[in-house]
């Protein structure tokens, strides 16, 4: 049985001493990270350290567009990453937000939790400047493949957007305008595109949900999505459960998508039926931007589920017994068939 951890700076990162059989969940494209991350639980590692080690892994793989290093850029060309971390027995979070040139995101959240407890959200130059305290290296964030898409976006009439870090010519109203009509006008990029969700339950009964984006390719610079924020894009209470989200930001914050799912988990509903609720709930609001939203949740005894308004969507698993990465569809919303 492990002892209670407690952290340098006083917070709590864990007050967990049960035995329970490890399970670890991700969305969409986590299965770049989720063997490894099922090694640390397998090997009695915690919670928090399987879902890091996870998201790194998903943060470092350059094929994948939505996230850490190849992730697609803002308006002006520049990348800006939203990551969070939160722990369900204490309610620990950490995030960073429109954070640049930090390739790992996930980490930096994480030292925010356990070093600077006093806060729970840092965002642009101030996430920069305690990246840069804490250690952390700076790398090139845009790879050829992302630059390119990126270039790919701009049409003819966005010429004021043109270029790398260069600002719009004719004024703020006019660069406003001209991003919202250019984020309205992409669809969302082909293929199961989005945030990667991670949520892990060790041996010890913790939860531990982490996520990270490079948020909605072409988005307006400084923009922070859900990500980052706790109770939508990424919640865990190890009562009931813990739930994260993937796809349009905007939706899942108005909702409280998240935490909403949590509270379903807490009325009673099973997993799928708490993240059926939340996506419904999501569905009856206004959105001229609207994309796809989906969710996931895994359970304090091991339960897991996932939704989404897309038929080809799909979520993966590894518990301790797995020989592989299970990928399982999601539950489709009917109100979305
Ligand atoms: N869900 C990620 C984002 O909207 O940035």
Redesign the pocket.
Known sequence: MRPLRQLVDGALTSVCTMTTSPVIIGSERSEAGLALGMDILRRGGSALDAVEATIRKCEDNRDDVFLGTGGLPNAQGVVEL?ASIMVGSTRAFGAVGALQHYPNPISIARRVMEVLPQHCLLVGEGAALFAAEQGFETAELLTEYSRRRYYEGLQPTDRSLEGENTKAVDGDERYRLSALELVARLGPPEGMY??VNVIALDQYGELVTG?S????PW?YPG?????SLPGC?NYADSRYGAAA??????L?MRVGGARSVVEGLKQGRSPVDACLAMLRDAATLPDPFRAE?RTLCLTPDGRHAAASGQTTATYNVLTATSVGVETYPRTVDDVHR
Request: proline content about 0%; aromatic content about 4%; hydrophobic content about 15%.
């Open positions: 939203d989005g945030t996520v984006t490079s948020g909605y988005k923009r922070v999505g859900d990500s894009g989200c993937t796809g349009r930001g905007e899942s939203l």
